[in-house]
């Protein structure tokens, strides 16, 4: 088990009777049976930003393209010869150690926000049981699947999850959010009030639109609607700059009817050619390029709503001029955002 443990790592955190526990990770709620229910499909988006805003994608990736840097120098350069292959190989050991431990320094960051989103909706953050039927015992809730025990207080509601499997239909549909749904350069992590560092809402507001109705769904549609005029006039210019790039090449690659000689690659070039002329710009054009979060606070405080996630923030909770959060505890000025729009 510890073995395993090097490679899959949990975070840990302690529970209301100071015993530790380890956090489910995101990757488990993926895979859970309950994931075609809504309230649990927004807790397993909710646990997703956290985790995100707890890492450093640009890191990793400044790592991943450094790696191919540093491959091409040691076999052009430093070893002439040498197979790039070869060369990546060895610069990938590095790399693969930076990621492996920022993935644990990450568990360890987001491992205390991550039970406190899903206590809210009454689930144990050690194996996700439900304890939503489970009784008070002295103002404290015992999971009979792992044994750890919460304080009642921090679940704000009980749900029955549906338990059944995914159709092949709903399979496909959410394979689709996934895809359509990455919030390519958007912002992940944003202050609150007292400047703590807190994860940010989509900045497409897919999944809290998804799930909520009456007037909370016409306020997250009209924060959305401020969200998206936000440098939308650059993503249209970047995403048309790349599709006629990308078009030329591939036009310029057929009228000089190159080929591999092979049918199978020649089809995986062509579709991968067909990613970059289309979807990759209507990606960047859907996403959150240039979106920033400051813009996606103000436009989530002036419909009341939390920037956190995205719950109602009620003006009679809160102290010191800022207004709280009764979902995640963050804290915003939203008079000073109201203020401001009435100018």
Partial sequence: MWIMSLFRPRGVVRDDAGRPCEVVPVRELHAD???????????????????????????????????????????????????????MGVW?????????????????????RVADIVLADGLCPGCMYNLGAQPDEGG??????????????????????????????????????????ADAWGPTRIEDGRRQRRPIVSARLRQ??????????????AARREIGRERRVRRWMVASGLFSMYAVVCISLLMSRASTGYRVIDLFIGLSMLWLVVVFPVMIVRGSMG?????????????????SCGFDLD?????????????????????????????
């Fill in 208 to 221: 809290p639109i998804r799930v909520a109705t009456g007037e909370r769904r016409k306020r997250l549609l």
């Fill in 92 to 112: 990938f050991v590095p790399v693969a150690a930076y990621g492996w431990w920022h993935s644990r320094t990450v568990l360890a960051k987001s491992a205390a």
């Fill in 140 to 181: 404290m809730v015992r999971c009979p699947e792992c044994g750890a025990r919460w304080s009642a207080t921090r679940i704000a509601r009980r749900h029955e999850f549906v338990v059944r499997t995914e159709t092949e239909l709903e399979k496909q549909k959410r394979w689709w959010r996934a895809f359509g749904g």
């Fill in 33 to 87: 049976e309950r994931r075609v229910d809504e309230a649990f499909a927004s807790v397993v988006d909710r646990v997703g930003r956290a985790w995100i805003a707890a890492s450093s994608p640009k890191l990793l990736i400044a790592g991943l393209v450094g790696m191919q840097i540093a491959a091409i120098l040691t076999s052009v350069l430093i070893w002439p010869g040498l197979p790039y292959w070869f060369a």
């Fill in 315 to 343: 003006p009679e909770r809160g102290a010191d001029g800022l207004t709280e959060c009764g979902e995640c505890g963050a804290g915003w000025r939203v008079s000073a955002v109201s203020s401001e729009r009435r100018r």
């Fill in 291 to 307: 979106i920033t979060a400051e813009g996606v606070g103000n436009a989530m405080l002036r419909q009341s709503l939390c920037p």
